[in-house]
């Protein structure tokens, strides 16, 4: 009886020690294929997104650009002397570049989202706050363009967080 225990454990041993390393090798043999196959879907999805991706930052850049103080005044002429007129075209003009470029939030990070809206929600105010110290529409454009003369405006900090979300996507 006892021969028979041992020549069972005999052939049950190598079987079992056989049967353990197959299911570990296929095993891993398996997380490798999972893996490579995450790997090749998440690749193949980034060739697919990374283009839209592109052209989202592109247009909150162009963004960035229309709302530019200076460039806008400089496309935007007073269309009389009363500077609340010309306040509200203004804010108007920002609000309806925003307005169009709003879905991009989709594409891009919340970093750049972040500071997309604080220029937008910067320039309407700086705007507003010299507006109130002047006393037209002619006025007021100048004394926003010597405002920015001497001061950066806050699109030019946007445009170099975008430059550089742009740099890692590359």
Known sequence: ??????ESIGYILPATVTGLVAYYMFKGFIKHQDTSKKLALLSERKKDTL???LQAYERMLLFCE???PIKMLVRIKPLSENKQDYLQLLIANVEQEFEHNLVQQIYISDD???AILATKN???NKLKEVAETSNNAHDLRENVIIYYAKKLPPTETAISLIK????RLL
């Open 51 to 53: 283009p839209i991706r």
């Open 164 to 167: 550089n979300e742009v740099l």
């Open 66 to 68: 229309r709302i530019n």
């Open 112 to 114: 750049s989202w972040t």
């Open 122 to 124: 910067g320039i309407i």
């Open 1 to 6: 009886m006892e021969d028979k225990i041992l």
